[in-house]
């Protein structure tokens, strides 16, 4: 069973910066895309980036790109979110997903995985 926890949210003002990390228990016998992603009232949840656990390639939607870093420690199974510039659209609630398997898509799908954290806010407010 994989476990997610997500912390670092918070609130920020434009054009800050914040540090979002998932602590996972995965089986370090396995591959695993691990991704994150997020939701607004009213709007559906969308992919924000996703890392592959055996190459750390990686996948960003486009309104982040060159502003936000997703990265992986694997020894001691934690996935970071490094937001800079942050943006007011990008507030929301932020969670963390993982998905036992060989590949990461690049469509950024949320239906694709099968474990999910409670999530963290982010505000990004003036």
């Known amino acids: 069973q994989v476990r997610l926890m997500e912390s670092g949210g918070g609130s920020v003002q434009p054009g800050g910066s914040l540090r979002l990390a998932c602590a996972a228990s995965?089986?370090?016998?396995?591959?695993?895309?691990m991704g994150w992603f997020r939701q607004t009232a009213g709007k559906e949840r969308e992919g924000v980036a996703t890392?592959?656990?055996?190459?750390?390639?990686?996948y960003y939607r486009d309104s982040v790109k060159g502003r936000f870093t997703v990265s992986q420690d694997r020894l001691k199974n934690i996935l970071y979110l490094q937001m800079d510039s942050l943006k007011p659209e990008d507030t929301a609630m932020y969670f963390c997903?993982?998905?036992?398997?060989?590949?990461?898509?690049?469509?950024?799908?949320?239906?694709?995985?099968?474990?999910w954290g409670r999530g963290t806010q982010v505000t990004v407010s003036s």
């Open positions: 890392i592959y656990s055996d190459d750390g390639s990686t």
């Open positions: 997903a993982a998905d036992p398997r060989t590949y990461c898509s690049d469509d950024l799908a949320d239906w694709e995985f099968n474990y």
């Open positions: 995965l089986n370090p016998a396995s591959s695993y895309c």
